[in-house]
């Protein structure tokens, strides 16, 4: 070794977490005085250590490394270029554990090579509050040892440390004289790396009102715990650089002191290159979650899972521990779980980029908008201060409405506060925006505002727009404009429609003239053209089409091959004539003739097989014995709807010992997380005898699990599974659908379950009954909650909000 050995203050600092923090703090006191050469942001590798030698030139007063040590040899790499002469090791952790044997011993020896290949007579600087910093080798080391921390063994030692307004105040003893110090930035930890900066600057001969006005004179590193107001009263934390467990837990300390009184999410990715450590680091972090008093935890990562587990372990609730594969899943979930007073910490490994959360939050909770009348139709106000921190490229903001694009020039106006933004009212001559509340988020300089929401709906709602109110309950998680419309009012050449938007303030509707939306939830059989006409203005965010009844016919075709599903269909056939009718009871005791295409029970004929003959049954319950086939083509020739194309289904016996006929409806829908979910299951109890248990023959309509416990004998915990059971597969029968050309967002199953209580799919509804189960009785509109609100929230995903 060779190295450029100097007489200047040449400082070299390592440790498992602290460094970059170190190394700017100590600069900030160190530049006061001293032409300072370092190195920067993170280049802390052997080759950046050697053009730092190449850089020295006589003018340098002291020079100070970051020394990167996650790989074996590079303690003495970095010493053959420069050697240090003053060191520091901030801490020994599991950071690099894979890289450095898996142990806690193998990290301290990488980092004592900084020891054993510094000035041997030079000054060392150790962590007195790191146990772990007791494993490093000193035995050959002849300089002075200091110690730093907060403990009574310390040479340099913080007391009374608090927190204030922006950062910390503490106490430190610097020539036999206690000093105040602030330091702008947060958390116990930064204390430690402030007292190695503290220490290297007053054995340096700094004064302490130098080293006082250094620390306060700190810029943070981005992405070390950086804070940033939001609206509402909430905090974002971004300390996303990297992550091990001993930043992790210091971050929710910090987390935890900041957010008295507040909500707290904690959104976690992996902490990697921790080798056998990893499984375990992870679970402790999730215990940490627990005990700090975290109310949602997030996680995105492979490794981040095991987050989540270790939490739920140490007793965290497991509706509020979500893991995520995918990043905009995550944000979906964090944008559902943000409110008003929230303090939410993001943190993970830098390789895992959850600086795209941070930016993710940045972009839609920052700032303030307010729709001012007064503010010029092409204009948009913002102070001086807001401007910079936009970082616009040029001084113009697009406004996206709807599908309503306007170019707005920005005008500086001093008298707003950092954040507020001021934009006009009016758009266009037709075209005003409403005072609602709405959500926004940045790209660029685009300025997305909303959403905006449409919904396409039968003239009788029109007519009577209260008869939509049920579908506004949640309106608090939707913001944004949400108007429904006939479409006889779409208007192509200014692109606008005209209809009832909700006003939550009166909860009650006002008509008005909008732009196309961002996504509609159709709710009526809307023809072809217009629907391909929409689709090229908004896209692929146009759900619920075809809109009708569905083909039974079609759709047992397009489900019997299925392996996991066909177990689940009733055998299906077409109606061709009575031989065919006479063929599949030969299979089956009953059947029955139904319409392709109706609903409603309207059409539906039962057949069953007697001793001598069949008996025929109408949905009035009319009797009809059969005692010849002549017989048999009169009736169908009578008594089935002309020009209909019919099936014939067997019929799966519900009939229990109480004589009730069971039929099932299981409401599936996609909501925020555009995922489909369980919404609902209701259970329809037909008259005794009936052969059907629509609203025409309905003894009563009670919840779905209750049905299962009273009328099949399940437990609680056995209802519950078998809804799960049947909701995987009619989600995987939703999904095949779609695969097919259905755009789809909100659907019900009807269904029938034989005496086993075994479930079989009759068909899908995508124009199910909905707003007008309001109008019947209480068992019809038990569900109405869960599933009238829930097509909006999928409708607000599908707009990018």
């Known amino acids: 070794m060779n190295p450029l050995r100097l007489d200047i203050p040449t400082i070299a600092i390592t440790g498992s977490s602290g460094k970059t923090s170190t190394r700017e703090m100590l600069t900030s006191i160190l530049d006061l005085k001293w032409n300072v050469l370092r190195n920067t942001g993170n280049k802390n590798l052997p080759v950046h250590t050697k053009r730092i030698a190449e850089s020295y030139n006589s003018t340098i007063d002291a020079i100070v490394l970051e020394l990167g040590m996650g790989k074996p040899g590079a303690g003495k790499k970095h010493c053959s270029e420069l050697q240090p002469n003053i060191s520091v090791i901030t801490n020994i952790g599991t950071a690099h554990y894979g890289n450095l044997g898996n142990s806690l011993q193998g990290t301290a020896t990488n980092k004592s090579a900084l020891i054993k290949f510094m000035k041997p007579d030079g000054l060392l600087l150790l962590n007195g509050d790191d146990q772990n910093s007791l494993l490093l080798d000193t035995s050959t080391f002849k300089g002075q040892i200091v110690k730093v921390g907060t403990k009574s063994n310390a040479d340099y030692r913080a007391s009374h440390i608090r927190y204030v307004p922006n950062g910390m ?7 036999e004289k206690r000093e105040e110090l602030f330091l ?131 007793g965290f609730p497991p509706e509020h521990a979500l893991h995520f594969k995918d990043r905009e899943d995550l944000h979906r979930e964090l944008r559902k779980r943000m409110e008003a007073n929230t303090v939410v910490l993001v943190k993970g490994s830098s390789a895992m980029n959850m600086h795209k959360t941070v930016q993710f939050i940045k972009d839609r909770y920052i700032h303030t908008i307010s729709i001012h009348p007064t503010v010029d139709t092409n204009t948009l106000q913002i102070s001086s201060a807001t401007l910079e921190h936009l970082n616009l490229e040029q001084q113009q903001v697009i406004l996206h409405f709807g599908q309503l694009e306007k170019t707005l020039e920005v005008v500086i106006n001093d008298e707003l506060k950092l954040g507020e933004i001021f934009i006009p009212q009016t758009l266009s001559k037709v075209v005003t925006i409403p005072q609602l509340p709405y959500d926004y988020y940045w790209s660029g300089n685009h300025l997305h505002l909303g959403p905006v929401i449409g919904m396409i709906v039968y003239q009788r709602y029109i007519d009577d727009p209260s008869q939509q109110l049920l ?67 908004l896209g692929d965010t146009l759900f619920n089409y075809p809109y009708g009844n569905t083909d039974k016919l079609e759709f047992w075709n397009m489900m019997h091959k299925q392996p996991r599903i066909k177990h689940h269909l009733p055998l299906t056939k077409k109606y061709t004539s009575v031989d065919s009718v006479l063929k599949a009871l030969k299979k089956c005791n009953a059947v029955y003739l139904k319409p392709a295409s109706m609903s409603g029970g309207n059409g539906i004929f039962h057949v069953k097989h007697l001793e001598e003959g069949y008996l025929w049954t109408d949905i009035e319950g009319n009797r009809t014995k059969i005692t010849s086939k002549e017989q048999f083509e009169r009736i169908l020739r009578k008594e089935l709807v002309k020009k209909k194309t019919y099936i014939i289904q067997k019929e799966i016996a519900t009939f229990n010992k109480e004589g009730y006929k069971i039929d099932f409806r299981l409401y599936i829908q996609k909501d925020y997380t555009m995922k489909w979910r369980f919404s609902g299951i209701e259970t329809k109890v037909g008259h005794k005898e009936s052969v059907i248990a629509n609203s025409k023959k309905r003894h009563a309509i009670i919840p779905g699990e209750e049905a299962l416990q009273r009328y099949y004998g399940l437990t609680r915990e056995e209802a519950v599974k078998k809804i799960d059971e049947i909701t995987s597969t009619c989600i995987g029968m939703i999904k095949l659908m779609e695969r097919k050309g259905h755009k789809l967002g909100d659907a019900c199953f009807d269904l029938v379950a034989d005496h086993d209580c075994h479930f079989f799919v009759l068909e899908p509804q995508i124009n199910y009954a909905a707003e007008i189960k309001q109008f019947r009785d209480k068992g019809e509109r038990e569900v109405l909650p869960a599933i009238l609100p829930t097509p909006l929230e999928y409708a607000k995903a599908l707009a990018g909000f």
């Open 169 to 175: 105040k503490f106490n430190v003893e610097l020539d």
């Open 184 to 314: 702008p930035t947060y958390g116990h930890h930064n204390i430690e790396n402030a007292l190695f900066a503290i220490a290297i600057a007053h054995l340096s001969g700094f004064s302490a009102t130098e080293i006082r006005t250094g620390l306060e004179n700190y810029k943070v590193p981005i992405k070390r715990l950086n804070t940033y107001q939001l609206k509402h009263h909430s905090l974002l934390i971004d300390d996303t650089v990297n992550a091990n467990p001993h930043s992790m837990h210091a971050a929710l300390d910090v987390q935890q002191e900041l957010a008295k009184g507040h909500k707290r999410i904690a959104v976690f990715g992996s902490m990697l290159e921790l080798g056998d450590y990893s499984l375990e680091s992870h679970l402790e972090v999730g215990e940490s979650v627990m005990h700090k008093g975290v109310d949602v935890l997030l996680t995105y990562g492979r490794a981040a899972k095991s987050i989540v587990e270790g939490s739920i372990r140490a």
């Open 471 to 537: 579908r506004f309950a949640n309106y608090k998680a939707l913001n944004g404009l949400i108007y429904f419309f006939f479409p006889d009012s779409l208007n192509k050449d200014k692109r606008t429609i005209s209809g009832y938007y909700f006003n939550p303030e009166t909860n009650s509707f006002e008509w008005s003239t909008f732009p196309f939306p961002n996504s509609i939830f159709n709710r009526i059989p809307l023809r072809l053209s217009r629907y391909k006409y929409l689709q090229e203005q």
